[in-house]
C-alpha cells in the first residue's frame, strides 16, 4: 500500500505539465472550505478555494503589473492569514518562488534573505512595515517594490487597491516537478543560513508524511500551529493542506496558552501538530485544561520531546504525542506514524522509523558504513533508495552543498546525531556540533536536558559542552525556572544530583545558571551555540 502510494504522488507532483496552482486550488471544488481563519477573539471565516481562486487570480495580475515573472523572488513578512494564502496562489500562478520572512526577524535577517536574489516583492504587514525601513541593515534598492496589509508609508502599495483593481490573470504557470516554489532559508546552528530551493516535486513527500505520519482524515478538524515563516509551517500548515484539499485551522493571532487552549476546545481539533514549545507553554500555563477536547492525533516536531512533556500529555490531554523529524532540506523523514497500518509501539525516546518513501541509516562515526545496532553515529538518508528526496543542493554554495552528500552521491549527510535499534526506532541525541566531548566520553545534550526536565522547578532548559583545561569539555546547564521556583543553590544541587542519580554520575551540569529564556530560532530549537558563546564572554568579561 504505502509504496504504490508514493508512486502516485510523484505521478502527480513530478509530472512536466505540473502546475502549482492548480495542483494546490484549481483543482479542488469551488464550494470546499480550504482554511477556518480564526481572530484572537475566537471569531471565524471560511475561506474557501473558488475565493482563493479568484483572490490570487486578480493577485497574480496585479503583481505582473510590477513586472513579476517566472522565477522572480517575492518575499513575504507576515503572519498567518487569509491574505498570506492569496499571496502565495499568486505567486505561484506567475511561477514566481516564494521567500518566507518569518515576522520576528530583525532588518539583518531579512536583509540576508532579500538581497542577492533579486527579490522584487516584498509584501508585508502594517505591523511589520517598519523593518524594510532602508538602513545599514538594509540598504535602499529603488527597484524593489513595497505592498502593504493595512496602511502602509508613502510610496508603498496597498495589498487592498491592488486586489480590488488589478485585471485577473487566468490560467496558472506550468513548472513541473523541478520548478522552484519556495526559497527558504535554513536557520543553521553555525554560519549563514543557506538558501534551500524547494520544487513543486517535494509535494509528494509533504503529502506522504501527512498521509502516513500525521493520518490527516477526511473528516477531521486539523490544526498545525507552527508559524509559516520556518518550514514545518509552511510545509504543512499551508501547502499540504492545500494540496489534499482538507480544511485547516489558521490562527491569526499571535501565540499564547490560553488562546491556543481555548482554539482546540472551541473549534473541536481533533488532530493537532506544533512544535515542542508549544505543549510545554500548555503544560507549565496556570490556565485548567479544557474539559471538551476532541483530540485525536497529537503531533510534534523541531526538536525532541521529553519524556516529561510525554507523560503529561498522556495524562492530561487523553492521547500522547507523536515525536517526528525531518529538516528543511528533506520535509518529514522519520516519525511514530499515527496511520493504522504503520502505528506501532511508541519507544520512550524514540522519534520512531522511518517513513514511506524514505531511507534512513546511521553511519559509524568514521566511516560511510551502517552502524550496528544501539550504536550512536551519523544519521544520513540513502538516496538510490528514497524515491522522495528532492534536495539537490543550496543556491549558490557549492562548497557547502558538497559537504552535505558522500563523494558517491549515495548519502546525504543530516548532520545529526542518533541510534537506530534493532527495531528500526531512531533515537536522537544531539546536533553533530552539538555533541560534548567530556573525558573520552560522548555525551548528547537531549539525554542530560530530559533527565533536568524531570524536576518539578524546571520549566526548560538547555546543556552545552564549553572548554576545561582537565576534561576537554564539561557541561554547562541554562535553566529557565518556573514561576514560584527558587532558582537558588539549593535548586542547583538538586539538579546537578538528579542527574548524576538518573543518567550518568560523569555527565552532570558543573555549573547551571538560571535564566529567563532560552534563545531558539524561529521554529523553536534552541540555539545552544548561541549559550556556548555566552558563557565563553562571561568568562572574558
Known sequence: ???????????????????????????????????????????????????????????????????????????????KSAELVVALLAIWRLGAVHVPLFTAFAPPAIALRVTGNDTKVVIADA?????????????DDPSRRIVVVGDGEPGDLSFREMLA?????????????????????????????????????????????????????????????AD???AYGLYYAIM??????????LLHAGFSAELTWAVLERFGVTNFAAAPTVYRALRNSAAPVPDGLRLRHCSSAGEPLTPDVLEWASSKLGVGVYDHYGQTELGMVVGNAWHPDLRSEVKPGSMG?????????????????????????????????????????????????????????RWYYTGDVAAKDADGYLTFASRDDDVILMAGYRIGPFDVESVLQQHSAVAECAVVGVPDALRGEVI???????DGASADTALVAELQQLVKTRFAAHAYPREVHFVTELPKTPSGKIQRFLLRERHSNAQHA
Open 240 to 249: 499540504t493542506p492545500m494540496a489534499t484539499g482538507r480544511r485547516s485551522l
Open 353 to 409: 522509523r522511518v517513513l514511506p518513501g524514505f531511507a534512513v541509516e546511521v553511519l559509524r562515526e568514521d566511516a560511510d558504513v551502517v552502524a550496528e545496532p544501539g550504536e550512536r553515529g551519523r544519521v544520513a538518508v540513502d538516496l538510490p533508495a528514497s524515491p522522495l528526496v528532492w534536495f539537490r543542493g543550496y543556491r549558490d554554495a557549492p562548497e557547502r552543498t558538497a559537504a552535505r552528500f558522500s563523494p558517491d552521491g
Open 165 to 225: 483593481g488589478a485585471a485577473p490573470l487566468r490560467g496558472a504557470a506550468v513548472t513541473g516537478g523541478a520548478g522552484v516554489l519556495v526559497e527558504l532559508f535554513t536557520s543553521g546552528t553555525t554560519g549563514t543560513p543557506k538558501a534551500v530551493p524547494i520544487p513543486l516535486r517535494a509535494l509528494a513527500g509533504f503529502q506522504a508524511y501527512q498521509d502516513f505520519a500525521l493520518d490527516v482524515r477526511a473528516d477531521d478538524v486539523f490544526w498545525n500551529a
Open 127 to 139: 505591523g511589520q512595515r517598519s523593518k524594510l525601513t532602508p538602513s545599514a541593515d538594509l540598504p
Open 1 to 79: 500500500m504505502t509504496e504504490a502510494h508514493v508512486r502516485r504522488l510523484l505521478e502527480v507532483y513530478d509530472d512536466e505539465r505540473a502546475s502549482a496552482a492548480t495542483l494546490l486550488c484549481d483543482r479542488h471544488p469551488a464550494e470546499a472550505v480550504a482554511f477556518t481563519v480564526v481572530e484572537a477573539d475566537l471569531t471565524s471565516h471560511a475561506l474557501t478555494y473558488g475565493e482563493l481562486r479568484e483572490q490570487s487570480e486578480r493577485f497574480a495580475g496585479a503583481l505582473l503589473g510590477l513586472g513579476v515573472g517566472p522565477g522572480d523572488r517575492v518575499a513575504t513578512l507576515m503572519g
Open 228 to 230: 509559516p515563516g520556518w
Open 476 to 482: 554547562v546547564a541554562y535553566v529557565v525556572a518556573r
